[in-house]
T-cell receptor
Framework: GQSLEQPSEVTAVEGAIVQINCTYQ??????LSWYQQHDGGAPTFLSY????GLEETGRFSSFLSRSDSYGYLLLQELQMKDSASYFC??????????FGTGTKLQVIP | NAGVTQTPKFQVLKTGQSMTLQCAQD?????MYWYRQDPGMGLRLIYY???????DKGEVPNGYNVSRLNKREFSLRLESAAPSQTSVYFC???????????FGPGTRLTVL
């Protein structure tokens, strides 16, 4: 089976940088994804890492270490609109996608 | 492109009633999924389908059945609804090109 662990809540100041960690245990692994979900909305895709290293997309970056079964999402220049829940997800064989329990990010002025 | 569509958006059932949640995607994706999300929780995989004609159980399949009708459509059926199935249900499809899941708007189901 698969299990993913993330912190349940994180609070950060507008304009700051925040890192959301994800550790996973899985029987099959192709990549690690990150999704954002605002209250009442559907998840939306942020990033995907198949190989070790850092992927950057604007203010968001995502990192993966396959040997450590660990990844993180880095959000820079935080804005109030970044207040949302963030989920890591493992992509396994046959494109089975399993989500973590999510991290609720609160951005404060 | 409509993306992923789900019907209905809201539904209230009584315990023991049955219903089918419909999902369709117009992006020609092979893989489709059904998740449930309880308040303040993550998404739990109910069933998924890696291709037309195949379905596999996820983490929480009990009480549900699915049908991959064709490449576009993937339905979820509750045969005898229970209050524990009160949740928000999301359908999704997966792009093997961008490794991105696309989600529908969700169905908010309440079982009384």
């Amino acid at each position: 089976g698969q299990s993913l662990e993330q912190p349940s809540e994180v609070t950060a100041v507008e304009g700051a940088i925040v890192q959301i960690n994800c550790t996973y245990q899985t029987s099959g692994f192709y990549g690690l994804s990150w999704y954002q979900q605002h209250d009442g909305g559907a998840p939306t895709f942020l990033s995907y890492n198949a190989l070790d290293g850092l992927e950057e997309t604007g203010r968001f970056s995502s990192f993966l270490s396959r040997s450590d079964s660990y990844g993180y999402l880095l959000l820079q220049e935080l804005q109030m609109k970044d207040s949302a829940s963030y989920f890591c997800a493992v992509v396994g064989g046959y494109q089975k996608v399993t989500f973590g329990t999510g991290t609720k990010l609160q951005v404060i002025p | 492109n409509a993306g992923v569509t789900q019907t209905p958006k809201f539904q209230v059932l009584k315990t023991g009633q049955s219903m089918t949640l419909q999902c369709a995607q117009d992006m020609n994706h092979n893989s489709m999924y059904w998740y449930r999300q309880d308040p303040g929780m993550g998404l739990r995989l109910i069933y998924y389908s890696a291709s037309e004609g195949t379905t596999d159980k996820g983490e929480v399949p009990n009480g549900y059945n699915v049908s991959r009708l064709n490449k576009r459509e993937f339905s979820l059926r509750l045969e005898s609804a229970a209050p524990s199935q009160t949740s928000v249900y999301f359908c999704a499809s997966y792009s093997g090109t961008s490794n991105e899941q696309f989600f529908g708007p969700g169905t908010r189901l309440t079982v009384l």
